[in-house]
């Protein structure tokens, strides 16, 4: 066994491929901060997985072990959007149009992720109708509980009053924020020694939530400096479509449980 043999080296170092002619300097860089995230994207499914079917076998320690890798992959995705931004407006206006319609919408990666977390739409599997591996990966999100039903399961073999029908949902829809979760997460709140476990819990997908948000923010960021107002190559409005998700909540109750802390 060698270095380059186990790690596979000739594959990943033949990957990048400019298509630009002649050849423009800074693609390579537009195609390693992609690839470098889908790589991590995948590590960030794989953990997720994990924590879901922990969850799931009512072992709470591991699951929490695997979110907190999540958390830290998170902060290095979100810091590498510098490296990016050291592509300037002139610079990536000379191979822009290399790129057609490509855009982050076809990352299945990204999109498992979202699903996972809960951010479903059904309508956005067709996007990968014509490539099956894809098309099979977020499928197999879009139909398994996310990984806050996973916890609202668990809380409720516990013992915790978590309504039927939030436990029954079809898993395939978009979580709607469900108010009957409110005052049960309240009294996890005003008691954290009673509740420890379904307390940290909480704030680890709070935590989650937030690094989602932190990172998105600099994809927004990051867009607005290099294509200013341009529409997207994926046919949206560019950075408009970007700052309405900045709006989305995966744990809506979460957020709500805040203001009835009392104090
Ligand atoms: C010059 C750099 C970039 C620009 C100008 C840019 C721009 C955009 C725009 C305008 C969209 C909306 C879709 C569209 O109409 O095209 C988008 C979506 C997206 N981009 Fe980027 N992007 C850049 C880099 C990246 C990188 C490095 C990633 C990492 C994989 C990424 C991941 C995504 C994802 C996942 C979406 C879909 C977001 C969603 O559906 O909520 N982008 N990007
Ligand atoms: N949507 C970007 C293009 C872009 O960023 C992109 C193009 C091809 C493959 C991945 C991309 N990354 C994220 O959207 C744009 O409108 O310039």
């Known amino acids: 066994m060698s270095y380059g043999g186990y790690l596979?080296?000739?594959?990943?170092?033949?990957?990048?491929?400019?298509?630009?002619?002649?050849e423009h300097h800074d693609e390579l860089l537009f195609i390693i901060q992609h690839q470098t995230t889908e790589l991590w994207l995948k590590l960030v499914l794989h953990e997720l997985e994990a924590a879901c079917a922990y969850l799931r076998a009512d072992e709470l320690a591991p699951a929490l072990k695997?979110?907190?890798?999540?958390?830290?992959?998170?902060k290095t995705l979100t810091e590498q959007w510098s490296v990016l931004a050291t592509l300037t407006p002139t610079e990536y206006a000379q191979f822009r149009?290399?790129?057609?319609?490509?855009?982050?919408?076809?990352?299945?990666?990204?999109?498992?992720?979202?699903?996972?977390?809960?951010?479903?739409n059904a309508k956005m599997l067709q996007v990968f109708d014509a490539d099956p591996v894809a098309h099979a990966v977020v499928l197999q999100a879009l139909e398994q509980p996310s990984l806050y039903d996973e916890f609202l399961r668990l809380l409720a073999r516990r013992g915790y009053a978590v309504p039927a029908a939030v436990l029954d949902r079809d898993v395939t829809l978009?979580?709607?924020?469900?108010?009957?979760?409110?005052?049960?997460?309240?009294?996890?709140?005003?008691?954290?020694?009673?509740?420890?476990?379904?307390?940290?819990?909480?704030?680890?997908?709070?935590?989650?939530?937030?690094?989602?948000?932190?990172?998105?923010?600099?994809?927004?960021?990051?867009?607005?400096?290099?294509?200013?107002?341009?529409?997207g190559t994926g046919g949206s409005s560019g950075a408009p479509f970007l700052r309405r998700a900045l709006e989305l909540t995966f744990f809506p109750e979460l957020f709500a449980v805040r203001t009835e802390i009392p104090g």
């Open 174 to 231: 978009a979580w709607t924020f469900q108010p009957e979760l409110v005052p049960l997460f309240a009294s996890i709140y005003a008691n954290p020694d009673e509740h420890w476990a379904a307390y940290e819990t909480c704030e680890e997908l709070v935590d989650l939530e937030d690094n989602f948000q932190l990172w998105r923010f600099r994809h927004l960021k990051t867009v607005e400096r290099i294509i200013g107002s341009k529409t």
């Open 66 to 74: 695997c979110v907190a890798r999540v958390k830290h992959i998170q």
């Open 8 to 22: 596979d080296l000739g594959t990943l170092l033949a990957a990048q491929r400019p298509i630009s002619r002649p």
């Open 97 to 120: 149009n290399v790129l057609g319609n490509a855009s982050g919408f076809q990352s299945y990666q990204y999109r498992a992720v979202e699903f996972v977390l809960g951010n479903k």
